[in-house]
């Protein structure tokens, strides 16, 4: 079962030439999603061979097999994580028993939609991503990007794959609508928010898959823990591709900050207008970048109380991070959360009932999760010997969704009349002239082991490759 078929058209592990059907009306759906990959993957970079990784099982030792690939010759393909013998639903109603193989029909349209959800994300970073193709800081960074991309392609054809093989018809339906959403697009964007921004500089790339793509990583262990067994599956293998995406947000913020606080060393300069004329990303703006797409991020985890979100627990569809390393009684009945909320021009903490409060918990768990990489940017610019910190704003501050939403919250957690924010807005979110001044750094590195000026080299290259590793053949 682990192996994966790589002599079919679509290379999967799910004996997919075993159901004609299936693998007929998947096969139809490829042509539009290589289409769709022509359009919307990385900008210009056809014919380029890409040093990726593929995988060719689902096992430690065979997921992240790494060659020289000719795009778009990459093989997507259908790849589940092994069934676990007597797997049993580990919360919720239907807690004890086996877990579902097929979609009960009671909790059908819900599924459909924590599926179509979450596919919908893959497909939108790949069009939020697709110029920085042109202006890749390296070979190593620009690799990268393939790979990310790749893989979000890939986590597209998971989704799709539930939906052509359990929902018929209307799951072919939402299988084409993925692929004619267009992140940003007036009359047919994506499904959140934060998919429908735009990711117009590598900074702004790096801190997204730092934060969004973390965001990736919560909900997919959430759907993990799944009573629908092919979910469960499907998400898990998804998992292990994730982290290589944070990696690359944590690795490049971290090298950009490397690089800005070695110039600040040679020269001695702290004023960021200074610091500019020497080409690298000053301090105050990677903070406000940071403060940008987290806030933005952390919406994605919707309202702070939510049926749905009860629903779905009490259903077994969705669980929480970790789950079943739990001890509760993972049916959460007559427990509390505490959340926020504004009372007299202040924030003040109330009980809720902790099911209507399961998105705040998987908020409040990528919180403390992203805190770790910002301790660790904090080592480098500690380690240069510069009294600068980077930090989380409050997690009410720039909020569009839930409670917060419409109210100002200082990054420090004031809430805050109109007129401070606007009296501050400048200094604590990315403003136009800081976004023109990175734009500005951003152009095409191609040279086998160069890197751009406002970029430190990487630490070792990817599997264990030199940094001046020819990661991009151009023909
Ligand atoms: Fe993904
Ligand atoms: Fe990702």
Known sequence: MSNIDYSSKIPNNVNLSEDRTLQRALEGWLPNYLDWWQDMGPSGSHGFDVYLRTATSTTPDGWATFGHVKMPDYRWGIFLAAQEADRKVNFGE???????????????????????????????????????????????????????????????????????????????EEAEALLERRSGDADNPRILGAFNEETPDWLAFFMFTYFTDRDGKFQLNALAESGFDPLARTTRFMLTEEAHHMFVGESGVSRVIQRTCQVMKETGIEDPAELRKKGVIDLPTIQRYLNFHYSVTIDLFGADQSSNAAIFYSSGLKGRYEETKRTDDHLLKGDGYKILEVKDGALVEKEVPMLNALNEVLRDDFIK???????????????????????????????????????????????????????????????????????SLMGRVVETGKYANWIAPPAIGINKQPVDFEYIRFN
């Open 369 to 439: 999760d992203s805190a770790g990489g910002v301790a660790r940017w904090n080592k480098v610019i500690e380690k240069a010997g510069i009294a600068f910190r980077l930090t989380l704003p409050h997690k009410a501050f720039n909020r569009h969704i839930g409670t917060f939403a419409g109210i100002r919250v200082s990054p420090d957690g004031r809430a805050i009349s109109e007129a401070e924010w606007a009296a501050n807005v400048n200094d604590w979110l990315a403003t136009e002239e800081d976004r023109a001044y990175v734009a």
């Open 94 to 172: 239907h807690k004890g028993e086996a877990v579902w193989q097929d979609v009960p029909g009671e909790h059908r349209a819900n599924l459909r939609r924590i599926i179509v959800t979450q596919g919908d994300t893959e497909p939108a970073s790949v069009e939020q991503q697709r110029h920085l193709g042109n202006t890749a800081p390296s070979q190593y960074d620009l690799r990268n990007l393939f790979q990310v991309n790749v893989e979000e392609g890939r986590h597209l054809w998971a989704m799709v794959y539930l939906l052509h093989k359990h929902f018929g018809r209307d799951g072919r």
